[in-house]
């Protein structure tokens, strides 16, 4: 898909709403979100998995079936929900947050906010609301609606509390050649742009867990994951899975809008890791 904006000034801007105006969303901008989610390649991953999203209108966290939905307070006069289904295994997860982010980014040049969620909802009145299957689960959510710009205090403090504007630096995620050098963006040469998209990106707690070393030649840029211990083990999935497919998301949507081409491919480098906690991912590869 094309944006009409930027998108990578829609990815230095976004922030998360949690907070939304009392004002209806648009029917024209309903119209245009469930036109996109009927485009069977805007659901369709880079490594070949397909997943769904469900558009649910609520009043009052209430939907059009009467049930309720549960957020735990943190979301306030939320209009819709977009609700991710997915199956709970490596790849279709991050094909997945691949797809949903994008979509996600899309929503945002709407002018409608939106908030990733993995944890912080009651899955079980999801799946009360949406068409599901042997196998699915819902991996993520994020509400939607128009920002309510004077009432944000709770998501200040939220972004506060988080440390969501605390974003690593270059030096402690990025690498030349291997995990003994760091990568600078003097030397990142045509991927500074979209490698500089990926520290922006959102990631559950805030913990970028992404690591990303850039071949000698320039022409192969290798995604890993440092996962944090037993961080989601009581959700039944591995939550930071989804900030690797919305790192590639930023990346290559960055590209895209730069005229750099390159493809996405599941070849293991075999580099020596830092620790046991780094895993490979994929990799991209200049066209």
């Not at 691949?98 to 079980?124: A, P, S």
């Not at 500074?192 to 990106?201: A, D, K, N, Q, S």
């Not at 290559?252 to 580099?271: R, S, T, Y």
Request: proline content about 4%.
């Amino acid at each position: 898909m094309v944006f009409d904006k930027s998108a990578i000034d829609i990815m230095k801007k976004r922030q998360s709403i949690r907070t939304f105006s009392s004002q209806d969303i648009a029917a024209s901008h309903i119209q245009l979100i469930q036109d996109y989610l009927r485009v069977g390649e805007n659901l369709m991953g880079p490594l070949g998995e397909k997943g769904k999203i469900q558009l649910v209108h609520v009043t009052n966290n209430v939907t059009d079936k009467g049930i309720k939905l549960g957020t735990y307070g943190f979301i306030k006069n939320p209009k819709a929900y977009l609700v991710g289904i997915g199956k709970n295994n490596k790849y279709s997860l991050i094909d997945f947050a691949y797809t949903f982010h994008r979509l996600v980014l899309y929503v945002e040049e709407l002018g409608l906010g939106t908030c990733w969620m993995g944890g912080t909802f009651n899955r079980d009145s999801f799946e009360k609301e949406i068409d599901m299957v042997e196998g699915d689960f819902i991996p993520c959510i994020t509400p939607i609606g128009y920002p309510n710009e004077k009432q944000r205090v709770f998501d200040k403090a939220v972004r506060y509390v988080v440390k969501a504007d605390n974003k690593k630096t270059w030096d402690k995620m990025f690498y030349d050649t291997a995990f003994e050098q760091a990568l600078t963006k003097e030397e990142s040469g045509s991927l500074e742009i979209p490698i500089e998209m990926v520290r922006l990106g959102p990631s559950a707690s805030n913990k970028q867990p992404w690591r990303l070393v850039l071949s000698e030649d320039r022409k192969q840029c290798h995604f890993y994951i440092e996962h944090t211990p037993n961080y989601s083990s009581k959700l039944g999935y591995d939550m930071q899975l989804l900030d690797m497919g919305i790192a590639m998301c930023q990346f290559e949507m960055a590209c895209k809008e730069l005229n750099i081409d390159g493809k996405w491919q599941v070849k293991e480098p075999n580099m020596t890791v830092p620790n046991v906690q780094v895993e490979y991912i994929v990799s991209w590869l200049d066209k």
